[in-house]
């Protein structure tokens, strides 16, 4: 009579619930791996802006070539800040996966 009673042990997230976490840890994911890409394109892109423009002699404007000369500098902030997206994007999809994965029994 009291096995009816028994509680019934879930082994993770309704699916709904899964669904709606999934979905929005995924975009998350694709966010922050786009950020890092982006800023990747960053580190590389401002210190060989300048050489490449002379090099096909492509007019610049002095403010262009003043900014890409400034931000050429800073290198190493855009790829600590596309180390940071990436990890950031891994530790959102190892959270996923073990938010989503089956709970052990006890």
Partial sequence: ?????????????????????????????????????????LAIAFPIALPIAEAYHLPVKAADAALAAQFAGFWWAFLALAVASFVSAGLVVAKLINFLSPAPRD
């Fill in 1 to 41: 009579m009291t096995t009816s009673f028994a509680p019934t042990f879930r082994r993770g997230p309704s699916p709904l619930v899964g669904l709606t976490v999934g979905f929005i840890a995924g975009i998350t994911a694709i966010i922050l791996a786009v950020a890092g890409i982006t800023f990747v394109g």
